[in-house]
């Protein structure tokens, strides 16, 4: 992703996307509830007989089958963009908190002393490693400064 992409991105649709896909993953489980208890059951009561009633009966199970394996997606697709737009949202935070501890005459005594780089996370104020104590992260070593 483009750093301006993350810095000044509107994560707000993704959130919208989210909610809509959580809202249709519930309704999907109530019209296969709604077909396997309503539906189903009414067909396994009816005194029928004959292929259609037959047919007819595997094809309301069937029908609850399919809504059972959409809303089963509907869900999953919910939880993956409920889980970027969180981290987007956190990295942009997170990016944008350290670019303002950097900025001439932001608050210094906030303005952490180093920034690290750490696995999926974006970035991170704190110390760097050992043997780093002559390096700040907004410049080389110590000795290239003057």
Not at 27 to 49: F, P, T, V
Not at 76 to 94: F, M, P, R, W
């Amino acid at each position: 992703m483009d750093l301006d992409a993350l810095r000044f991105g509107d994560f707000s649709k993704l959130g919208t996307a989210a909610g809509d896909w959580e809202a249709m993953g519930k309704k999907l489980w109530e019209l296969e509830s709604d077909a396997r208890d309503d539906l189903g059951g009414k067909a396994a009561k009816a005194n029928w007989e004959g292929v259609n009633a037959t047919f007819t009966k595997e094809f309301i199970g069937k029908t609850a089958k399919e809504f059972a394996d959409a809303a089963t997606q509907a869900t999953s697709i919910a939880n993956i963009l409920k889980d970027t737009h969180g981290e987007l949202v956190d990295y942009k935070k997170q990016l944008n908190d350290v670019i303002e501890h950097r900025r001439p005459g932001a608050d210094h005594a906030r303005r952490p002393d180093r920034v690290r780089l750490l696995g999926r996370r974006l970035l991170q104020p704190g110390p760097c490693r050992a043997g780093d104590e002559g390096r700040r992260a907004d410049r080389g070593p110590a000795e290239e400064e003057g």
